[in-house]
């Protein structure tokens, strides 16, 4: 799922249309339009984003998820993987692995857990 579908779908669970959501967002409808359809990327600006997670209600993993959508969308990484130095060190080594295709099946959930484990809190810390 990407960012236009998440809209859409956000929208149509409050039985919205899509004029009748862009106006009550303060959107152009065909600014709207182009969200839904991935035409154009999530807005950058994080008021925006938090206030659209408010009017659909999300909390919790699905206004993270809102939110990681929203940064995949502008191809940017979600701002608490970006400040994280430990797994931005991870990433090209990530990058690399992908695109050489070595890390597939089980190598990719290993990488996956590494990853977490990078990324979680370290004991005593």
């Known amino acids: 799922?990407?960012?236009g579908d998440k809209l859409k779908e956000l929208r149509i669970q409050k039985r919205l249309t899509l004029r009748d959501c862009a106006a009550i967002l303060a959107v152009d409808a065909?600014?709207?339009?182009?969200f839904e359809r991935s035409i154009t990327p999530a807005p950058k600006d994080i008021s925006v984003l938090e206030s659209w997670a408010e009017f659909f209600e999300l909390t919790g993993e699905d206004k993270a998820t809102f939110f990681d959508l929203a940064f995949m969308s502008r191809k940017q990484l979600p701002?608490?993987?970006a400040d994280?130095?430990?797994v931005m060190q991870a990433l090209p080594a990530f990058f690399r692995a992908v695109r050489d295709k070595e890390l597939e099946g089980d190598k990719l959930k290993e990488f996956i857990e590494d990853l977490?484990?990078?990324?979680?809190?370290?004991?005593g810390t």
């Open 79 to 81: 701002d608490d993987i």
């Open 84 to 86: 994280d130095a430990r």
């Open 30 to 34: 065909s600014n709207w339009s182009k």
């Open 1 to 3: 799922m990407n960012f």
């Open 116 to 123: 977490r484990k990078i990324h979680s809190p370290q004991p």
